[in-house]
């Protein structure tokens, strides 16, 4: 399968909000890149398809609203490849579970015994043998392939600095939740500007493991996980439906809404003097908001 000869633009736009208080901030848009495959899951898939080209298709898994897997599966169905996708917990139609059937993903539901499963060293095997044509791409894009795919966005947003009127800028900001998109820019920064990671999951889920089993330098952590994974509450979801009056960006409550209240708070707490600039990647993920609102 492939090569694959699209490579989305990100726009990165300048941000303007009260708490700034003398931040500069830009936001590069992954959630814009495309009508349907958004964020950071497109590039990252990228790195995994660039080894697949012996294979016909994918196969991966995730949840029930996984961006993931709903990217694997509007690429799919864009560029005419075959997807599986192993799915965590018993049968439900989530809006991104009908997406995935509509794109033409094959589904198999793993219940949640079997998908704790898929760390085991043999949990592939029968899989292989079943669709021994498709290339597996290991939960959420993960890995060094789906960092490698990342660090395009890191020539892509300096060919916009200009446009902004900035000659340089001092780190990026941006949420974690495996930690993949984070290594890809260390990566292709190679120590020129450091990176935060926003952790969207609670320290225990072994995202420094997965970093540091890609890059030992030029990133921090900070928590920003709120309680856990999708955990939600009042003041994060009014700083997002405040977030988007004020100046337009959606955000969604995962990753990119607890990302930029993470933000908030580390300027508020003077973290960054007065016009520092930094790059907010906005990694997506606006399709998994409608199992949230609705
Ligand atoms: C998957 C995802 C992330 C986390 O990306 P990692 O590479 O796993 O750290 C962040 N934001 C959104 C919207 C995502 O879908």
Known sequence: MGPFDWLPHAPLEPLRLDWLSGVELAVLRLDRIDPLISGNKWFKLTGHLAQAQNARGIISLGGAYSNHLHALA???????????????????????????????????????????????????????????????????????????????????????LQALGWADYDAWWL???????????????????????????????????????????GYELLDASRGGFAKVDPVLLDFIDTTQQTCGLPLEPLYTGKALLALKAQVEAGRFTPGTRLIFVHTGGLQGRRGFTG
């Open 74 to 160: 509007a690429a799919g169905k864009r560029f005419g490849f075959p997807t599986v996708g192993l799915l965590r917990g018993h049968p439900q139609d989530t809006p991104t579970v009908l997406d995935l059937k509509a794109f033409g993903m094959h589904l198999h539901w793993l219940g949640y015994g079997g998908y704790r499963a898929r760390h085991e060293p043999a949990f592939w095997l029968p899989w292989r043998e079943h669709y021994p044509h498709l290339h597996p791409v290991p939960e959420g894009g993960g890995g060094l392939a789906g960092a490698s795919g990342c660090g395009v966005l890191v020539e892509q947003a300096r060919a916009q």
């Open 175 to 217: 949420a974690a939740g495996t930690g993949t998109t984070l290594a890809g820019l260390v990566l292709a920064e190679a120590g020129a500007h450091p990176v935060y990671g926003a952790l969207a999951v609670p320290d225990d889920h072994g995202v420094a493991q997965n970093i540091g089993a890609i890059v030992q330098a």
